[in-house]
Every structure is written in structure tokens, then in C-alpha cells.
């Protein structure tokens, strides 16, 4: 599952971009205490792209063994899932599409960065979308499935996600943390001289929101400007005391990346002053390993229960003719999450290709 989920369990797009065994436990000689103890076998390196043409990827472990995907497609108009028990079996996963969007009305355009989440026995899925006749009018919207399987069963329509405005909000995640329900989101804020900042909410249910709705950060450096002020995809993960909430910046071609926020554990999440703002992004493009845009993470754990993974999307070229929105080539990834001495996440560099036939 996704390991924020288990805690301690505006303008238009173009303008709005957006244990080993412990030593001395078995008096036994090595040779018998590996015997006794049959080493878990290694999970096979991850391929990557692990699934081509799908953008702003989002993997949840559930408790079943199952991974449960779902992305952005390049034409934007359905939502999909696949599962498998293992992150490399995606790739080769039977896809389903589990909502199509209207052909007129509201969510009718632009289905964007689906998310899927279990709360209270039942399935969500987060996603952002247009009514057809107003396609930049972008908001956020809810669907439940109360199945245990989330490929059967009826996905019903919960409707909008009420903001403090009706301006442009895309990329709505939700975490629980000591017993308190979160949503995060982007949203573009009247007034403000950017494009989508960063915000926080608690939660009456799955699809209300309930008391303030604070800013925690909006696009301010060099690097969050680049075409576009954009602050959008955030992502939390909760790890040594703190809540580490990654975001993406910028424009959505080779200097999309991702900036990281940080709040410790016992601190109101509510307050933007205990959400500390690292200066520099945390995760870039890499012409060494050839990857570009990398960004609209979300984190998941490997088949061992511990060991975190980072999930993410990039394309594997620098330049791209016209808007980046209309190149379908943003490929989901999927690497280890590293931390440091200091206790913080070490996103390190988008890893090279492992795989690159018929990928385009």
C-alpha cells in the first residue's frame, strides 16, 4: 500500500500548466544459520519504462498483494487499471477501463492524474477533468466503488471536490495522518501571479472537504518558473518523524521536476510554517541517463515490505515539437527511494533505460 496512505497506519493549461538475521540471535554456525534461514530470494530489477505512454502514474499496495496502477492516458478521456502482485508485472498487466467521460457536460475533457486510494472499506479514485464545452475549466472529481475488487463492481460518480474557488485545480492525493484524513491538491488562486500553487485541507469524507484551506507553497524559485509557474503533483510520503510531501514545477517538457517539502511529525500540518521548502529541486532531468521531465511522482513499497519505491513519469528525449501535452510519450517509471544520513528521502537521478524495444 501506499505507505503516506498508512500513516502510522485558473487559467488555461497552456497558460495553467501545470532484518538480515541479527548477529549472535542463533548460536550456530554460519553455514547452518543460513540453512535454518533460507534467504528471501531478490526481486528481479525493475525494467523501466515499466508501462509506455502512461503519464502521472499512481501504484497502491493494497493488503490484498495486489499493486493496483492507473495513470493518465495520452488522450485523455478514461480512467484505467491494471494489477499484478509483482511492480514488474505491470507492464505486461491486463489494462481495463474502469469510466469513460462524458460526451458532453461536465467531466467530458482533459481526464487527467487519476489516483486510487482504499478508505473505509471502499475504493476511490481522484481525477481531474473538464466539462466538453469549457475543456480548460479543469477541476477535481471523485468516483467509489464499494467491491472489494476494484475491477468489478460499479464505479458511481461522487461529483466535484468543492474548493474555496471555482478557478483551475487538477492533482487532488489524500493521506490520513494520526487518525486525521488530508487532502493536497494544486489550485489556482485569484489574484496570485501564478499558475497553481500547493494546498492542504482536512476531510469531512472521501469527497468533502471540511474547516480552512491553507497555501503551503506556491511557485517562487527559477526553477518552479520555467514557462510556468507551477506548483502541482504533490505526493506524501511519512518516514524517521517527518511528512515529506514532493511536488512538480515548471513547464511540462525537460524542465518539469520535482521540488520536496517537509514537516515533522508532531507539528499541525495545517500551520504553512511547520512545512519547510527545500531551495533547490530534489529531482531533475538527467542527460546522462537520458531521461527528461521527470515528475508527478507517487510512492509505493517493493514486493519485500520495506524497501520504498518512487513512481514517476518522463519522456526519453529533450526536445519536443509543439505543446508538451500533445507528445504522448511520458512513460511511467519506477526506481528504489533512497534516504540519507540525515533522515531525508535521496530521490537521486531518473534511471536509464533498461528496456527500450518498442517503446517510442
Not at 44 to 62: C, G, K
Not at 198 to 216: H, I, K, N
Not at 315 to 343: C, F, M, S
Request: charged share 20%; hydrophobic share 40%; with cysteine.
Amino acid at each position: 500500500m501506499s505507505r503516506a496512505d498508512d500513516l502510522p497506519e485558473a487559467p488555461h493549461r497552456r497558460l495553467v500548466l501545470k532484518g538480515a538475521l541479527a548477529a549472535g540471535a542463533l548460536a550456530v554456525t554460519p553455514s547452518v544459520a543460513h540453512a535454518a534461514v533460507p534467504s528471501q530470494p531478490k526481486a528481479a530489477p525493475y525494467v523501466n519504462p515499466l508501462v509506455p505512454h502512461r503519464a502521472d502514474p499512481h501504484i497502491h499496495r493494497h493488503t490484498d498483494g495486489f499493486y493496483y496502477f492507473t495513470a493518465t492516458v495520452p488522450e485523455y478521456d478514461r480512467i484505467v487499471l491494471r494489477r499484478s502482485r509483482t511492480l514488474n508485472g505491470l507492464a505486461s498487466a491486463a489494462e481495463s477501463v474502469i469510466w469513460t467521460r462524458h460526451t458532453t457536460g461536465n467531466m467530458g475533457a482533459h481526464i487527467w492524474a487519476p489516483e486510487i486510494h482504499r478508505i473505509a472499506g471502499k475504493w476511490y479514485i481522484y481525477f481531474a477533468a473538464a466539462p466538453a464545452e469549457d475543456v480548460w475549466a479543469i477541476r477535481i472529481w471523485v468516483l467509489e466503488n464499494a467491491h472489494p475488487d476494484p475491477l468489478k463492481g460499479t464505479w458511481v460518480e461522487k461529483g466535484q471536490i468543492k474548493t474555496a474557488w471555482e478557478t483551475f485545480s487538477l492533482d487532488a492525493t489524500t493521506f490520513t495522518h494520526r487518525g486525521t484524513r488530508y487532502l493536497a491538491w494544486a489550485q489556482h488562486e485569484p489574484g496570485m501571479d501564478n499558475n497553481t500553487a500547493l494546498w492542504l485541507s482536512e476531510m469531512a469524507d472521501p469527497w468533502t472537504l471540511t474547516g480552512p484551506q491553507v497555501r503551503l507553497s506556491t511557485p517562487e524559485y527559477d526553477w518552479e518558473c520555467v514557462g510556468y509557474k507551477v506548483n502541482e503533483g504533490p505526493s506524501v510520503i511519512a518516514r524517521n518523524g517527518r511528512l515529506f510531501m514532493s511536488y512538480s514545477a515548471s513547464a511540462t517538457d525537460w524542465h518539469y521536476c520535482m521540488g520536496l517539502l517537509t514537516a515533522d511529525a508532531d507539528a499541525d500540518l495545517m500551520d504553512p510554517a511547520n512545512w519547510a521548502k527545500s531551495p533547490v529541486p530534489v529531482f531533475t532531468s538527467n542527460d546522462s541517463t537520458g531521461q527528461y521531465g521527470p515528475g508527478h511522482n507517487s510512492f509505493t513499497v517493493a514486493e519485500d515490505g520495506r524497501t520504498d519505491v518512487l513512481v514517476y513519469h518522463a519522456r526519453q528525449y529533450k526536445e519536443i515539437t509543439g505543446d508538451p501535452l500533445d507528445d504522448p510519450n511520458r512513460h511511467t517509471r519506477v526506481q528504489r527511494l533512497g534516504w540519507k544520513a540525515d533522515g531525508t528521502p535521496d530521490f537521486g537521478t531518473p534511471v536509464a533505460d533498461t528496456v527500450r524495444e518498442g517503446v517510442s
